[in-house]
């Protein structure tokens, strides 16, 4: 449970690691979409390699896979019309969080995007007792250009640095304990249970990815985001591989 824990606070880190970068000197915009690109070619890696193929070996047949698939599209979806009704629809838009997004709102949008990653994570431990490398890559490298541009958006309205630093700590925290509870309440889980969960975390990363990576992506970095998507999705594969 610790080592998930632990794992899961890792990848979160980069959420304060990103408002430190957005403070002392942050990239232009094209740098940022080209960033943003190679995690969302890492993420989807992942999402094909590490839990969706995970999910199905688990259960055996493709039934549960689907569904989890599909719900945690559907969940994803719900909670992100949710929170674009609170004022954060582009919260990965990296020209900043607009200003009158509140802290709060905020921390939802990040732990909505977060928390599957994180809990997968968790999983993953419980699964193969080792966390898996090109997963954590995705999540760590795709939390930071989140994370620069709401720091900027943050700062602008008027929020002091220890209060940024400590809504990124509280989220990462939150992150480690999702990475802890599904290690946890997963545990003894049927086969059935655990292929439904790793898919359902996949379809909810994989419609964060379309929706919201890729596109900011293009518009930043333009058609470079599409070769430095397919360099993101090889060096997660080639992980992948390695550690198969």
Do not use: C
Not at 17 to 23: F, K, P, R, V, W
Not at 126 to 145: R, W, Y
């Amino acid at each position: 449970m610790l080592e998930a824990g632990l794992w899961g606070l890792i990848a979160a880190s980069s959420l304060v690691l990103g408002a430190t970068i957005a403070e002392a000197r942050p990239p232009g915009r094209r740098v940022l979409g080209l960033v943003m690109a190679f995690g969302a070619g890492v993420l989807l890696s992942a999402v094909s390699f590490e839990l969706v193929e995970q999910a199905a070996k688990t259960s055996g047949q493709l039934g549960s896979t689907f569904f989890g698939l599909f719900v945690g599209a559907i969940v994803f979806t719900a909670g992100d019309l949710m929170i674009s009704r609170l004022g954060y629809a582009e919260r990965k838009d990296l020209d900043g969080a607009p200003q009158e997004a509140g802290g709060l709102t905020i921390v939802v949008g990040a732990l909505l995007d977060g928390i599957p990653e994180s809990a997968v994570l968790g999983l993953t431990v419980l699964q193969t007792g080792d966390v898996g490398i090109a997963l954590l890559v995705a999540v760590f490298v795709s939390n930071v250009p989140e994370a620069i541009a709401a720091t900027a958006g943050l700062r602008a309205g008027g929020w002091s640095l220890g209060r940024v630093y400590g809504l990124w700590t509280a989220i990462a925290v939150s992150s480690a304990l999702a990475a802890a509870a599904g290690f946890v309440l997963l545990d003894g889980a049927s086969p059935d249970v655990l292929a439904f969960m790793f898919a359902f975390a996949g379809g909810a990363m994989l419609t964060m990815v379309s929706t919201s990576m890729t596109p900011e992506a293009f518009e930043h970095a333009g058609r470079a985001a599409g070769l430095m998507t397919v360099l993101g999705f090889a060096v997660a594969f080639g992980i992948n591989w390695l550690e198969a």
